[in-house]
């Protein structure tokens, strides 16, 4: 039976909620869509929950009815705002010597529960970015290897408690229930990002509506996210003011317009603010230039986030631009300028084992949405703890088997043990100390008694 995925982009300036149906050659097909314009969330945050549950019901709608069907699985996207992220590291003993699904489910719980966490925050993902299986680092998958000893270092992302709640108090009031909640730029990097640029290292930086997020990928993992509060609206809210006419006005001025190339000096007329009926003629140049001052800012802060990450030597892969923002002419260039001419590609949305996409979908600024489905359909990091605190591996979701502190407790024991072990093997092969059992009966006896409980531990 084929299980029916809703993808739902939560964005600051649009809904879009897409339907589609996992293939059996691990492939899908886009069934239907819809688009709403978002009401009741500002740069990525819930800012009234009943105009954002009607926002995200009127997208759920319309996508149902070119789907003409139900849904099995509902994923929706978080903003990266007010996100914080930290690193984590677990270890674990490996008693059968084969390391299989559980041990690595245990692994990523002690890195879960070793990380200091605000009160304040709630986790959202848990990404592994290194294995090491004994004295062997940067194991791509340690399943099924042979090994005593099992480590993990892991990304974490985390959100305000209070931001995650309203997201799900708005979609349940949509008459949805969240299967799983995915940070924007991760679904996004699902998206645009092929094998080769994950494992060189690449930053990928969704340019949306009023956000932007940055997440860097290193070794097929994301190892540093960020959140900017600006975006295409701060574009349409600049043409606006300093061209002194609404916002209906201004932003279609960036869509017909919007260049950071300045390729004529043609005048157009705008209507003016407060002056119905009234209008003035604005000459071209004037639009270019607001445009560009705005995104030369916006790209500054990106290359002022990279820099900070202190991966930005290790972009071998450059940086991917996406998002509704990146379809400004020149863009790239600039941005390449800005970055110290790091590789820059801008990116759509992968059409790869999706079949029916959409003409519409094929745009930049559906990156989130179409890397939503494809996350419900196993593509993501080869491990990772999701929303729901499930281990999650290829198209499995792997239940925690105990809770923590009896992993703790099973660690202190094999712990012990070892030391045991290794006080025993020394003994062993101590001729000194054989000797002096043979001579001495009494030491005989106590190594008798010592060799029994060492027996007695298997």
């Known amino acids: 039976m084929s299980t029916i995925i809703l993808g739902v982009d939560i964005g600051s300036t649009k809904i879009c909620a897409i339907i589609a149906q996992k293939n059996d050659d691990s492939g899908v097909k886009i069934l239907g869509a819809g688009i709403a314009k978002s009401q009741g969330i500002k740069k990525g945050i819930i800012t009234n929950i009943e105009l954002a549950s009607r926002s995200i019901k009127h997208a759920i709608n319309d996508a149902k009815r070119v789907a003409g069907t139900h849904y099995d699985k509902v994923i929706v996207s978080m903003s990266g705002a007010y996100t914080k992220s930290v690193d984590s590291h677990g270890v674990v003993n490996v008693p059968s010597k084969e390391i299989g699904i559980k041990e690595i489910n245990r692994v990523m719980q002690m890195a879960d529960h070793n990380a ?141 317009h919007g260049s950071l190339r300045l390729n004529s ?95 519409t979908l094929k745009n930049p600024e559906f990156s989130t949405a179409i890397g939503l489905i494809l996350y419900g359909n196993g593509q993501f990091t080869p491990y990772e703890m999701d929303s729901n605190k499930k281990l999650r591996y290829k198209d499995e979701t792997i239940e925690p088997s105990k809770n923590i502190q009896s992993i703790i407790e099973d660690e202190k024991e094999d712990d012990d043990l070892e030391e045991d072990l290794k006080f025993s093997h020394k003994n062993q092969n101590n001729d000194d100390f054989s000797a002096l059992i043979e001579d001495d009966t009494s030491i005989k006896d106590g190594f008798q008694k010592f060799w029994n409980r060492i027996t007695q531990l298997f």
């Open 116 to 256: 200091n966490i605000p009160h304040e925050y709630e986790k959202l993902h848990v990404l592994p970015y290194n294995f090491k299986v004994d004295d062997h680092s940067n194991i791509d998958d340690p399943l099924g290897m042979n090994g005593s000893r099992l480590e993990v270092q892991v990304h974490i992302i985390t959100v305000l408690k209070s931001s995650l709640n309203n997201l799900k108090k708005a979609v349940k009031s949509a008459s949805l229930e969240i299967d799983n909640i995915v940070l924007t730029g991760y679904a996004s990097s699902i998206a645009v990002l092929n094998e080769d640029e994950k494992e060189l290292g690449v930053a990928v930086v969704d340019m949306g509506g009023a956000t932007t997020n940055i997440a860097i990928h290193l070794g097929n993992s994301i190892r540093y996210n960020d959140f900017i509060g600006v975006g295409s609206a701060n574009v349409t809210n600049d043409l606006s003011m300093a061209l002194h006419t609404p916002i209906s006005a201004a932003e279609k001025v960036k869509l017909e």
């Open 265 to 359: 000096n043609e005048i157009i007329e705008l209507p003016a603010i407060g002056e119905e009926g009234n209008s003035h003629e604005v000459s071209l140049e004037i639009v270019t230039n607001v445009i560009y001052a705005r995104i030369e800012e916006t790209l500054l802060f990106i290359a002022k986030s990279i820099k900070e990450s202190g991966f930005k030597d290790q972009l071998a892969a450059g940086i991917v631009l996406t998002g509704g923002l990146t379809k400004l002419v020149g863009i790239r260039e600039l941005a390449s300028a800005i970055f110290n001419n790091i590789p820059v590609r801008l990116a759509r949305p992968t059409e790869q084992n999706i079949e029916g996409m959409f003409d």
